[in-house]
């Protein structure tokens, strides 16, 4: 059986600028991707749904066969959806109340029927974090039943219950504390905690990511593969290859791919007057309303901040921005600017896309032809 995830009208905007370089069911949120959750959940083969008119097809190959079942790139899995989705009938729709389509089977158009359970499911930037203590205990659950966890290190304090931790084979865990009476704590394969970290589940850290000596971390984060963090974290999603592997704060944010925040960097997540924030929306091309009192940086792929960059509460930061300099820069930063507080010039992509080359080769990964048509695409759409 072959699934496809597509994304619904107006889901990705809304998720701009994360969804900038990837479809909505390539976003991490818990410990898996929402693809990988649909791939768990479903025997059959999950694929992304990118129209033929996309820009984001070529890192998408589309199967010669159509879908059998397809299904909202936004929605996150449970058993009693699942089950519906896969008791549909040919050609029937799946709706919630609101008429939103969930999934269908074949076209759709013959049958309709309406979901009224709730539903987890990604509609905004604060969702991705604010959903994702609950997508790692989920996640872990799963993940985790009926296996082994691998053994900690030498100096580990585990508080809470021992099975609320899972440690897979070839991870670093020493002189660390754990806590899991909030939630469970899963280490990836080859990931390392280094000495003197604080943690606090629910937390993921995946394979290959590193948490850097005396960090605190803070429950509902999730450290994408290969990422280096430090410094005190709280609510964050990193969806990877990404770092802040030194002293500041940064909390209630979503980051993006291939990021770095410099040394001291730090974000606020709360304002001063405790009022509620508002936040920059592509959809809507302005900063709404959001009722959160919480919400600290979100950052498009491959952008950077310079050592002691201070963002001010919900900022935005698009793909390929190059920050430095003193003082708070503006809270929405459109792609590919480089600049801070005293003003903005545009990159030059052929260096942009140099310095993306450095920083993948690190990790021993290439930027692919696919990926820098991709960047190019965007570049060349932006109105500078």
């Known amino acids: 059986m072959n ?4 994304d619904p009208p107006l889901i990705r905007c809304s998720l701009l600028p994360i969804t900038f370089t990837r479809a909505v069911a390539s976003l991490r949120a818990g410990i898996d991707t929402i693809l990988e959750k649909w791939q768990a959940a479903m025997s059959g083969h999950c694929v992304y749904a990118t129209p033929s008119d996309d820009y984001l097809l070529p890192l998408y190959p589309q199967p010669a066969t159509s879908p059998d079942i397809s299904v909202a790139g936004n929605l996150c899995p449970d058993p009693q959806l699942t089950a519906a989705i896969l008791a549909l009938r040919n050609e029937e729709m799946l709706t919630d109340p609101d008429d939103n389509v969930l999934a269908y089977r074949g076209d759709g158009r013959l049958l309709r029927s309406v979901y009224d359970r709730p539903v987890t499911r990604i509609t905004s930037l604060p969702s991705i974090f604010m959903l994702n203590a609950g997508l790692i205990t989920s996640d872990f659950d799963r993940i985790t039943a009926g ?3 691998a053994p900690v290190g030498t100096a580990v304090t585990v508080i809470g219950p021992a099975n609320r931790l899972f440690v897979e084979e070839g991870a670093s865990v020493n002189a660390c504390v754990i806590n899991v009476t909030s939630g469970p704590v899963y280490i990836g394969r080859d990931a390392e905690i280094a000495e003197g970290s604080c943690v606090r589940g629910p937390l993921a850290l995946l394979e290959r990511s590193h948490i850097n000596m005396c960090s605190k971390i803070y429950p509902g984060t999730t450290i994408g593969p290969g990422c280096k963090v430090g410094g005190e974290i709280n609510n964050v999603v990193f969806q990877g290859y990404s770092n802040k592997a030194h002293d500041g704060f940064l909390g209630n944010s979503v980051i993006g791919e291939w990021c770095n925040l410099g040394a001291g960097c730090t974000s606020s997540n709360l304002k001063n007057d ?3 924030i508002r936040l920059w929306n592509y959809a809507t ?3 709404d309303r959001t009722g959160l009192q919480f919400c600290g940086l979100i950052m498009g792929d491959h952008s950077k ?6 963002f001010n509460t919900a900022t935005v930061v698009g793909v390929g921005c190059n920050i430095h300099g003193c003082g708070f820069p503006r809270t929405f930063i459109p792609s590919f600017r480089d600049g801070g507080a005293a003003g903005f010039k545009p990159v030059i992509l052929k260096n942009m896309l140099a310095t993306a080359r450095i920083v993948m080769s690190r990790r021993n990964i290439g930027l692919t032809p696919q990926t ?3 960047i190019t695409h965007l ?3 932006e109105k500078f």
């Open 379 to 381: 570049f060349n759409e």
């Open 274 to 276: 405790y009022s509620p």
């Open 305 to 310: 901040a310079g050592i002691n960059t201070m």
């Open 372 to 374: 820098e048509a991709v």
């Open 147 to 149: 296996r082994t966890s």
């Open 3 to 6: 699934i496809s995830l597509f």
């Open 285 to 287: 091309g302005r900063f």
